[in-house]
């Protein structure tokens, strides 16, 4: 069935470094691929998305290309804040079944 | 200000005992959905509904319910035969039912003692 894997955390660096979460999926047809943010102690809110392949979704400062031959949809941002520890979830959308598939999420954790 | 508004933010449960977690919408959105939150999980969909009167169940509906009487109103109860249903619980909505642009309350976290 359709699934979505993402990189295991927690993911830990320091104020301004360069950040990269994998993201892979497997799908029957062309999903849409989301990624959504969880800071602590909220709901999910949409960051990006991109809807068809070589679509590149971004969004303060984050970025994440549909990649169909490799089935990716790493999310990077070059330079993290503070304000950016929370959980990110990649995710995707079949259509003909109407739900959203979750990947397991990753925390980010920026230190000072 | 519009928002989905989940209460209670944490409950307490014994053993045995029905739960209703309230979600309410003034976003004027069609399609609303649960989700489970356990740790490393990532979210389950437990029910969604795209019109008033008609939901669906999602993976993991077995020992809860949910009703949609009104479109800003999808309460989801957690009955006793849900095994494991100490969680965290959200509820979204989306403006149009098969876009994947969902929007989420802030969760209610529930603890079954």
């Known amino acids: 069935g359709d699934s979505v894997t993402q990189m295991e955390g927690p993911v830990t660096l320091s104020e301004e470094a360069f950040l990269t979460i994998n993201c892979t999926y497997t799908?029957?047809?062309?999903?849409?691929l989301f990624w959504y943010v969880q800071y602590p102690g909220e709901g999910l809110q949409l960051l990006l998305k991109?809807?068809?392949?070589?679509d590149k979704g971004s969004n303060k400062g984050f970025e994440a290309t549909y990649r169909k031959e490799t089935t990716s949809f790493h999310l990077e941002k070059g330079s993290v804040q503070v304000s950016d520890s929370a959980v990110y979830f990649c995710?995707?959308?079949?259509?003909?079944?109407?739900?959203?598939?979750f990947g397991a999420g990753t925390r980010l954790a920026v230190h000072p | 200000d519009g928002g989905i508004t989940q209460s209670p933010k944490y409950l307490f449960r014994k053993e045995g005992q029905n739960v209703t977690l309230s979600c309410e919408q003034n976003?004027?959105?069609?399609?609303m959905y649960w989700y489970r939150q356990d740790p490393g999980q990532g979210l389950r969909l437990i029910y969604y509904?795209?019109?008033?009167?008609?939901?669906q169940k999602g993976d993991i509906a077995e020992g809860y319910s949910v009703s949609r009487e009104k479109k800003e109103s999808f309460p989801l109860t957690v009955t006793s035969a849900q095994k494991n249903p100490t969680a965290f619980y959200l509820c979204?909505?989306?403006?149009?039912?098969?876009?994947?642009?969902?929007?989420f309350g802030e969760g209610s976290r529930l603890t079954v003692l």
């Open positions: 509904s795209q019109i008033v009167n008609d939901f």
């Open positions: 979204a909505s989306s403006m149009l039912a098969g876009t994947g642009e969902l929007f």
């Open positions: 799908a029957t047809g062309y999903p849409s």
């Open positions: 991109a809807t068809k392949a070589d």
């Open positions: 995710a995707l959308w079949t259509g003909g079944y109407n739900k959203l598939i």
């Open positions: 976003l004027n959105h069609d399609a």
